[in-house]
């Protein structure tokens, strides 16, 4: 039986970059939970994306698998990924190094990005200057901001691919509960303007796939089947499977603000326990 | 500011091991933790290594950062190599991929060594075959039988740096309570036995350090200063540091058997919080 596994970032200029990051003050430990430590990307880092998938930020299951993109959302990712026939093309960062803590005001959103852009500029000009990727889809309003402050830099005017800016695919998640009208409308909106983006992306990338697809939009809801597993050789060498299922399997959890932000509980999901 | 990190097994023939390991039936859920994913090993894999550490199998903060010997047996190791002047050349790895679930009865041993032989011969001839690796220091019996098994073989009898097997650094603790006269005294005849074994392994290694030291032996009791915190340049890119540090971090919790089979709790310690 043979795995696939990430690397990781130890290639240049990508292992310089994982040895450089900021943390405190850039990243504020009252604005950011920088005790979780930085985590930098999923997805190649060897020249063969054709597509960048740039987030927000990560969440308690990066902090644990070290990669980005890999709980709800990234599953949801994964799915539009699928849609446009790339299951391996792409490379995924995200705007902010660590978990963002808390929501941040509109009005400071602007002078986190400022104080964060030089790091962040770096590992998009490594990873979109002289590359082949063809596409940038950010996720979120925050990442599109940043992305397109990034595109008013010198390395960012060079950048001549598509840029896509989509909503966060847990946004619903976070405007309703489940079931309701609301989450029913938001999630209809949401895969509305997703559409719209998969058709555009789909033209800008051509031939270039890792298999044949005839482009399927989505419906007015999210099915289960629009949302696919983490690829094994996203993960760091003998991941388990369940931490890149469709399960959810970290959570934060403590009685006192302190101590939640403090923990971290990883538990592999039933029906995922060999022992059973 | 500059972060060392440890790019793990990407390097052949190492890569190929990491992408070929066993999980059941080699290893029987029943008797391993195979749940959370194998755990290869520690330190350098470049050729540098003059000593290899060899132990019985990873624990809970292992599962986590995905490095062998980074709980409190790894840093009573880790003062063990400092005391030999070794900070960096060394190697790590464990008998067992995976966490030994319950304590397995002395005949259940034998089999559990002989299902698993092949692929813990494979590591170890990666890691010593025509090596620069002038020592091998086991810790604990199981791990001891396991190598002196692997010396018998082909590649094995090719081998010919030192062998020394030495006590587990947690036996006093998981044979006695700490300050009990049981313990104290378990200590001491641990660290004696260390003693002897660090006197024979300075000798061997001759002046093949990464910094000059005069040997100093460990007294009657553990000294705070005899543990030492893992290098950065051992763990993960991005890992945090308290996740290398002196303190404990993961525990395993949980109201049932089931639960707490399933479950490690992962908790930044107090004094390591950079909100506070």
Redesign the interface.
Known sequence: ?????D????EEPF?SL???????PTYD??SFR???????HRGRLDGSARILVFGQDPGQHES?A?RCFVGEAGQRVQGFLWKLGIERSYAIANAFLYSV?GQPWSSEVDDLLRRTAIFRGRWLTALLDDSAVKAVVSFGRIAEEAFARWLRTDSGRRFDGHFEPLTHPTMPDASARPGTPEYVEAMKRMLEQWNGGLARIDEVLGADRDRERSLVPYGEALLPDDRKPIPEGDM?????P??RSLKQWAAR?GSTE??K????????PTG?????
């Open positions: 039986m043979s795995h696939r596994f690397p990781g970032p130890v292992a994982a040895r450089a990051y900021p943390g405190p430990p009252q920088v005790e979780w430590g930085p985590i930098f644990i070290r803590y760091a060498a003998g991941t388990p369940w931490m959890i302190d101590t932000r403090a923990t971290v509980e990883v538990r592999v995922e326990r060999p022992w059973e």
